[in-house]
């Protein structure tokens, strides 16, 4: 649901594209291969990263860290000259239902940007904590408060990949 209203809210002459994660494979070094020879679900999935000009990375919170299926998907992006998270500029949001909102998530990323050389945006931070009070059955997130902060990080993330392009 925040992805979605994320979509919605995007600055203009911006436009954003979901990239699923959910048909990768465990992470092999096996079949991390050459460009040329990688399995066709990671090649396209590493494909459709290098085309964006930034990312945007929405997210529960899963033992204080980074959910597995979503660490994997990073990992298989993360390796080899060509990888397309290298110097990337990169935003974080993420809900729960409990109290702090993915805190500790966004925390658990630092590092991974850090060895990437991605350019983290870090404020506003966007942490919708008690979700299940925040959207309504129809998926709208009703809380003023987050959607500007939604806006304002869309903004500070395309600020970043403009500063980073020139
Ligand atoms: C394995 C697992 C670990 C979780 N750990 C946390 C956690 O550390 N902190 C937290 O706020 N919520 C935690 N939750 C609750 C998730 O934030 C909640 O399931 C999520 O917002 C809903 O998204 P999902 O349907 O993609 O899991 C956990 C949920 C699961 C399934």
Redo the contacts with the bound molecule.
């Keep these: 649901m925040l992805l979605h209203v994320a979509a919605s809210l995007l600055p203009e002459n911006t436009t954003i594209e979901f990239v699923s994660i959910a048909d990768l494979p465990l992470y092999n070094a096996d079949m991390d291969l050459p460009a040329a020879e990688r399995p066709l679900v990671i090649k396209s999935f590493r494909d459709q990263l290098s085309k964006a000009d930034g990312l945007l990375i929405v997210s ?5 860290s980074i959910p597995g299926g979503l660490k994997n998907a990073i990992d298989w992006a993360s390796r080899g000259e060509d990888s397309p998270l290298l110097r990337k500029p990169v935003a974080v949001m993420g ?4 109290m ?1 909102g ?1 805190a ?1 998530l966004q925390l658990a990323f630092q590092p991974v940007f850090l060895f990437l050389d991605m350019k983290p945006v870090f404020k506003p931070e966007v942490l919708i904590a008690q ?1 299940k009070n925040k959207f309504d059955a129809q998926g709208n997130l009703t809380d003023d408060v987050a959607r500007g902060l939604i806006t304002n990080k869309l903004m500070a993330l395309k600020d970043m990949i403009l500063q980073h392009r020139n």
């Design positions: 529960p919170e899963y033992n204080y809900a729960t239902p409990g702090w993915t500790r979700a």
